[in-house]
């Protein structure tokens, strides 16, 4: 379940944007509120929010430090300002911290759902593209950016690649299919991709891997086989030392984006 956090040390406005905020989620979201910027900071050191609305001018701590702070957190939230003055220079630079709203008080309830929802959608569509880059292999990326360049053989060992991934597929396997010399499709295969076959080779099943893992619940070992690894434990050597982790972490690590955007 998502949670919004609303910091803010007039209990009145506190209080009454929790009650609204309760009243429209009808218990699709937590809500969870803070009476300053030091008690917010507390409860974020020990838990995640991904929607942060919170007043500009508190003691100690005030809206626009607990932002910048917040920034610096692995998976920050996303962020609404409150304020009872509309000071332009206090605006100005809540934009800048990437602020998705600004909101005078007192605050009109139709206006705060509205900003709430807006908050919202931005942070799914900023965890949808955190999970399609750590689907994405930025060489493989690069590759395909050059594609338009590559040779019809280059072209059609890359498509014979793709369709034989599962398979103990070796360069000279696809040098035969070509009908070439197996010394000089190595060469004309680097020179055209940037990557060695066997390098190539490898990142294309670990970039297929990470699709299943992140899209299927198949276990490791039916993934290590798909992708043309003969045991799970070559395949985990192989993907951590490609994604710098196991691919069991991998897959927890995107079954959290996928929560967030649920």
């Known amino acids: 379940m998502k949670t919004i956090l609303v910091v803010d040390d007039e209990p009145r406005t506190r209080e009454g944007i929790r009650k609204s905020l309760e009243a429209w989620a009808a218990g699709r979201y937590k809500i969870v509120t803070a009476a300053s910027g030091v008690e917010a900071l507390e409860w974020l050191g020990e838990n995640e929010a991904n929607l942060l609305i919170t007043d500009i001018r508190m003691p100690e701590i005030g809206g626009l430090d607990l932002v910048e702070r917040v920034k610096g957190m692995e998976r920050p939230p996303v962020v609404i300002i ?3 003055h509309p000071e332009f220079d206090y605006a100005q630079k809540a934009l800048q911290f990437g602020v998705v709203e600004y909101l005078l008080k007192p605050l009109d309830k139709t206006k705060l759902v509205q900003a709430v929802e807006l908050a919202l959608k931005r942070e799914e569509d900023i965890h949808r593209v955190e999970r399609m880059e750590r689907l994405v292999d930025p060489k493989l990326m690069e590759t395909v950016r050059q594609g338009k360049q590559y040779g019809s053989q280059v072209q059609e060992a890359i498509q014979f ?13 696809i040098a035969d299919h070509l009908h070439m010399n197996a010394s000089y499709f190595s060469v004309l295969f680097k020179e055209q991709t940037g990557l060695t076959f ?13 699709e299943l893992l992140s899209g299927t619940r ?22 951590r030392s490609i994604e710098g982790m196991s691919p069991g972490q991998y897959r927890k690590s995107v079954a959290y984006t996928e929560e967030t955007i649920q």
């Open 198 to 210: 066997s390098e190539y080779l490898t990142r294309k099943r670990v970039q297929r891997a990470k």
């Open 82 to 84: 409150i304020s009872g």
């Open 218 to 239: 198949q276990t490791i070992a039916e993934i290590s086989d798909q992708v043309g690894y003969q045991t799970a434990k070559y395949f985990v050597k192989v993907f």
């Open 161 to 173: 690649l793709d369709n034989h991934l599962h398979e103990p597929i070796s360069m000279r396997d």
